[in-house]
């Protein structure tokens, strides 16, 4: 398996639910199918049921961060020395070049993505377009409206 790029901050995040999984959610979800099968018949036991399927979820997200974090490349964007070049993990403040509308956002790995808190995958159409480009430069990013031109006009490693 090749390594997949992630950032501290977004290790961190998966570290802190793989805990909580295992020292919480599986404790009780184990507590609940116990309790469950006291009740006695199962074939009609609808919180034995449940409690089965939210066992497979949690067993199944436990697998599915071990193989993540497993297979993370950690990278801390603050120690990044790219002179000036946008690279994964960078924070970009641009400019649309047609609305002057002015954004910021942070190239991170596709499982810490979230457009809301301004982090755009490294996958995504912008970040394809910005990586390797510095501040001044003007990129077309490929948008589902159609062609958008951006400048850059700030690239920090935070």
Same mark, same amino acid.
């Given at each position: 398996?090749?390594?997949?790029?992630?950032?501290?901050?977004?290790?961190?995040?998966?570290?802190?639910?793989? /805990?909580? +999984?295992?020292? %919480?959610?599986?404790? @009780?979800? !184990?507590?609940?199918? &116990?309790?469950?099968? =006291?009740? *006695?018949?199962?074939?009609?036991?609808?919180?034995?049921?449940?409690?089965?399927?939210?066992?497979?979820?949690?067993?199944?997200?436990? /697998?599915? +961060?071990?193989? %993540?974090?497993?297979? @993370?490349? !950690?990278?801390?964007? &603050?120690?990044?020395? =790219?002179? *000036?070049?946008?690279?994964?993990?960078?924070?970009?403040?641009?400019?649309?070049?047609?609305?002057?509308?002015?954004?910021?956002?942070?190239?991170?790995?596709?499982?810490?993505?979230?457009?809301?808190?301004?982090?755009?995958?490294?996958?995504?159409?912008?970040?394809?377009?910005?990586?390797?480009?510095?501040?001044?430069?003007?990129?077309?990013?490929?948008?589902?409206?159609?062609?958008?031109?951006?400048?850059?006009?700030?690239?920090?490693?935070?």
């Amino acid at each position: 398996m090749s390594s997949v790029p992630i950032t501290k901050h977004g290790a961190e995040l998966l570290k802190e639910e793989l /805990a909580r +999984l295992k020292s %919480k959610d599986r404790p @009780a979800v !184990i507590n609940a199918i &116990a309790e469950a099968r =006291a009740q *006695g018949d199962l074939s009609e036991n609808a919180e034995y049921d449940a409690a089965k399927e939210r066992q497979s979820f949690i067993e199944g997200r436990i /697998a599915d +961060l071990e193989g %993540k974090l497993s297979a @993370a490349q !950690i990278i801390d964007p &603050a120690l990044l020395d =790219a002179d *000036g070049r946008i690279v994964f993990g960078s924070t970009v403040r641009l400019e649309d070049l047609e609305s002057g509308e002015e954004v910021t956002y942070q190239i991170v790995g596709v499982d810490e993505a979230d457009l809301k808190d301004k982090k755009v995958s490294i996958t995504s159409p912008i970040a394809r377009a910005l990586i390797g480009k510095s501040a001044g430069d003007v990129v077309e990013v490929q948008a589902p409206a159609g062609i958008r031109e951006y400048e850059v006009l700030e690239v920090r490693y935070i």
